[in-house]
T-cell receptor, first 112, second 114 residues
């Protein structure tokens, strides 16, 4: 799906539970990103990674964690410390020398 | 860090009319300004972008203008069609060619009426 696959499409989390969102790309892109989108708001950066085994906090990293063990994969864990996790989560990648991001199709997370 | 403001938040135009969406940015080092279109429940799609060494760029019915001095850039859609109805986001970043950390505006919901 455009070279970036996010799964699952819908995810339900109980309060106090950690959940992991998957993001896989086969575009050979170096940089990967996680954004959160809330209704009526723009995309806010959670974490990003420019290279394997390295990542940086974005603007709203509290309550989230990531890893980048492989170039193709950049999973996001929403921990119990994130008090308001219900949102639409978008993963993106960027090619060195390229233009804009390529986005995945998103995961809609709901706390039940 | 960068801060991007976008106006208006909603915009309704009649089919065939033009639509203009405006954004301002705060970081004078930003040099890359893409625009994305997002349909309901779907991923954002890049529709046009501009770099700071260019003042205007056109692609068929879509154009983007950039005023570096004033730190604002605008999206212009001419001859609007119902399929242009979507949410549009502007973004800005300091773009090195090896990485880019985009800061997005809050979006404009464009409604094209018949």
């Amino acid at each position: 799906d455009g070279g970036i696959t996010q799964s699952p499409k819908y995810l339900f989390r109980k309060e106090g539970q950690n959940v992991t969102l998957s993001c896989e790309q086969n575009l050979n892109h170096d940089a990967m990103y996680w954004y959160r989108q809330d209704p009526g708001q723009g995309l806010r950066l959670i974490y990003y990674s420019q290279i394997v085994n390295d990542f940086q906090k974005g603007d709203i990293a509290e309550g989230y964690s990531v890893s980048r063990e492989k170039k193709e994969s950049f999973p996001l864990t929403v921990t119990s410390a994130q008090k308001n996790p219900t949102a639409f989560y978008l993963c993106a990648s960027f090619r060195q020398g390229g233009s804009g991001y390529t986005f995945g199709s998103g995961t809609r997370l709901t706390v039940v | 860090g960068e801060n991007v403001e976008q106006h208006p938040s909603t915009l309704s135009v009649q089919e065939g009319d033009s639509a203009v969406i405006k954004c301002t940015y705060s970081d004078s080092a930003s040099n890359y300004f893409p625009w994305y279109k997002q349909e309901l429940g779907k991923r954002p799609q890049l529709i046009i972008d501009i770099r700071s060494n260019v003042g205007e760029k056109k692609d068929q019915r879509i154009a983007v203008t950039l005023n570096k001095t004033a730190k604002h850039f605008s999206l212009h859609i001419t001859e609007t069609q119902p399929e242009d109805s979507a949410v549009y986001f502007c973004a800005a970043s300091f773009h090195t060619g090896t990485a880019s950390k985009l800061t997005f505006g809050t979006g404009t919901r464009l409604q094209v009426t018949l």
